[in-house]
């Protein structure tokens, strides 16, 4: 996940504090499924207002899996999951 790089609509999570605008963090998040998934929302960069590939957090859904682990961010972009890198895939694949 990247955390604070140009997300279109920047929202903050409850409880996080806010990073420098021009500050970006790499960092490796590993989550278990909850009887609803991973508990988040997610977008195509290209279509937000940032109109640029990338898949990002939307929505972190309270209690989830993703939202109690405390570290992920609606804004957060998503580099790889399982290992499988989504650099320049679209929400499709």
Known sequence: ????????FPVPSPGAPPLPDDLCVVFVVELD???YGLGMGLIDGL???????G??????IPDGPAASDGRLRI??????????SLIGADYQR
Do not use: E, Q, W
């Open 55 to 60: 898949i990002y957090i939307r929505t972190l």
């Open 75 to 84: 804004g957060d972009r998503i580099l790889a999951v399982n290992g499988t």
């Open 33 to 35: 499924k909850g009887p």
């Open 1 to 8: 996940y990247v955390s604070g790089c140009d997300f279109p």
């Open 47 to 53: 279509h937000t207002p940032l109109n640029a590939p």
